[in-house]
């Protein structure tokens, strides 16, 4: 409610600077919803979306599906962590769209070049994350475990995994921001359908109205995909841990 | 400590086990107090070094549990009180020595040897029942005799009306409870109780002694119970071991004759209360004044014990 007044009064003061600039470059919040009318009703905006959506989803299942398990074996192997452990460090630090580049000439302009960047964003704060949450439980958690004869894949996925939820739900939600920044990064890039292609037509046209258009599109979508993807689990977490989420 | 700790792999034999034979005859000697001749459970000759440089957790331990009995381990803070714990659970090898189960050295865990942790160490993503009902489950117990059994032990521990509720809904005293019923559930022959009521207030803690002694007694379990007050150890032990700290290696045994039930303000508990804590405070001095003569000793032991610092140092 607070949040919907504090946006109407943004919307206000847009709506008069734009009126004051009279500027082609600085259009206003109405200009910029007749744009996106427009991209609506060609089917362009609805053809982005979808195409976006599918890599986002996509890249983003591969990197949950990597980033986990090596999280954890990471958390459980002392000497996987001392072999690789500098090295993904490293790798975190490197922005994921720095791989493009080596992606497009390795596997051409292709879905997979883009995949590559997205799994390599998403991945690496999965499973720093991971490994974080499963070396910060308490001690007693794992041994209270191996009296109850819990031991091996036992011990992994019925103790550590569930206790070590809260951390990775939180890196798991890191990757979904990490997966999108990618994904966007490459679109803009390598053009081929996408929202980032869109923002980039709006740039050739200098149709500054669409390209706004098209970044509260993509804020419409991260918040509303979040709440849909990590709101249940949060909620369950809150219920059982009797904590709030970061 | 974590990292540094020799820990038994799971299901796997122990490395250097003693033959067994040699070693229970020394136990037999070492147990004298014990009324059974066959201990269920004893420590011999157990030393333990963790790290680098080594430092050396316990000396040439050696004791013995009787079957049934109630032994309590009292002595200083960081003494190695919850060391021997973990040996007896199966938790931690030893460096030289042996731990024996029923006559035969311990290659790690076993369902018949629980523990109750200061932390009660319930597990937050399960409800108490569900909790309770977890060890049955890793046991193989059939879902109909696991749910009769939950319910036996919740009303047990008197918690049958919160059996929904999740670990951080409960009370201290209650998350304790919760954690005693959860170790009971696969019937265990010994229960290792870990410094279970250090966190709790007085009253609360008094109310779950009188619990334990119930339950204990009720079920027939041998307990072997860590605390480091000694008026804890006085009023449940059919026998208290006194251990000394740095390294940690008993200073004495000594015999709880006093009828049951007992209470903290008995004219015997008191007795034997202040008896035991002279001894204690001698040793705690003599430990005290030779740190204060080399303060090597003392740099030395913080270093190889506090291996929080070195968290991310591999990174």
Redesign the interface.
């Known amino acids: 409610m607070r949040t919907a007044a504090t946006a109407a009064i943004l919307v206000a003061i847009w709506a008069a600077a734009s009126r004051v600039a009279q500027s082609p470059l600085f259009p206003g919040p109405l200009d910029v919803a007749r744009s996106l009318a427009a991209a609506l009703v060609a089917g362009t905006l609805a053809r982005a979306v979808v195409t976006s959506a599918l890599r986002l989803v996509v890249g983003y299942a591969i990197a949950l599906a990597t980033g986990v398990p090596l999280g954890l074996v990471l958390a459980r192997s ?1 000497a996987t ?2 072999a690789i ?2 090295l993904l ?1 490293g790798l975190s630090s490197v922005p994921s769209i720095c791989w493009l580049p080596l992606a497009i000439v390795w596997f051409g302009l292709s879905e997979a070049a883009i995949q590559v960047v997205i799994v390599l964003g998403a991945a690496l704060p999965v499973t720093l994350a991971t490994e974080s949450a499963v070396r910060q439980l ?4 794992e ?2 475990a ?7 894949p ?2 992994l996925f ?2 550590l995994l ?2 070590a ?1 809260p951390g990775i739900v939180t890196g798991a939600k890191m990757g979904w921001t990490f997966a999108l920044r990618s994904l966007m990064a490459g679109e803009l890039l390598f053009v081929s359908g996408g929202l980032g292609q869109l923002l980039e037509t709006g740039r050739d046209l200098a149709d500054t109205a669409l390209v706004l258009g098209i970044v509260a599109v993509i804020i419409v979508l991260s918040r509303v995909s979040e709440r849909l993807l990590f709101g249940p689990l949060e909620r369950v977490i809150a ?5 709030a989420m970061p | 400590m974590h990292a540094a700790t020799k820990e038994w792999p799971a299901g796997e034999a122990a490395p250097d086990v003693r033959p067994v034979e040699a070693a229970a005859s020394r136990v037999r000697m070492a147990g004298e107090h014990s009324r059974n001749p066959r201990p269920i459970a004893a420590l011999d000759g157990v030393s333990l070094t963790l790290g680098e440089p080594g430092v050396t957790i316990l000396e040439n331990v050696s004791f013995s549990v009787a079957p049934g009995e109630a032994l309590c381990l009292v002595g200083p803070s960081g003494g190695g009180k919850s060391t021997i714990l973990n040996l007896l659970a199966g938790l931690l090898a030893p460096t030289t020595g042996s731990v024996l189960w029923e006559g035969a050295p311990v290659t790690g865990p076993a369902r018949d040897r629980a523990v109750v942790f200061q932390d009660a160490a319930l597990f937050p993503w399960l409800s108490l029942e569900q909790n309770i009902a977890f060890p049955l489950e890793l046991a193989g117990v059939a879902k109909a005799e696991r749910r009769e059994r939950t319910e036996e032990l919740l009303r047990l521990v008197h918690l049958l009306k919160f059996r929904g509720s999740f670990p951080h809904e409960l009370s201290g005293g209650m998350r304790q409870r919760g954690a005693i019923a959860r170790a009971l559930a696969t019937k265990p022959r010994m229960v290792l109780f870990d410094e279970p009521f250090a966190a709790l207030d007085g009253q609360m803690r008094e109310l779950l002694q009188n619990e334990v002694e119930r339950i204990v007694r009720a079920t027939g379990t041998t307990m072997v119970f860590v605390t480091h007050q000694i008026d804890e150890a006085v009023r449940l032990g059919d026998r208290v071991l006194l251990i000394g700290a740095r390294p940690g290696r008993v200073l004495g045994d000594v015999p709880i004759d006093l009828p049951r039930p007992r209470r903290t303000g008995d004219p015997g508990v008191v007795r034997l209360v202040g008896s035991i804590a002279a001894e204690i405070r001698a040793e705690v001095e003599k430990v005290a004044r030779e740190e204060a003569d080399g303060a090597w000793g003392n740099a030395n032991s913080r270093d190889g014990g506090d291996t929080r610092r070195h968290l991310g140092g591999g990174i």
């Open positions: 002392d962590k001392r452990g500098p460090l308490p001690p007693t958690i041994r209270a191996r009296t109850m004869g819990a031991r091996g036992t011990l019925r103790v569930p206790a939820m219920r059982r841990w009797g904590t």
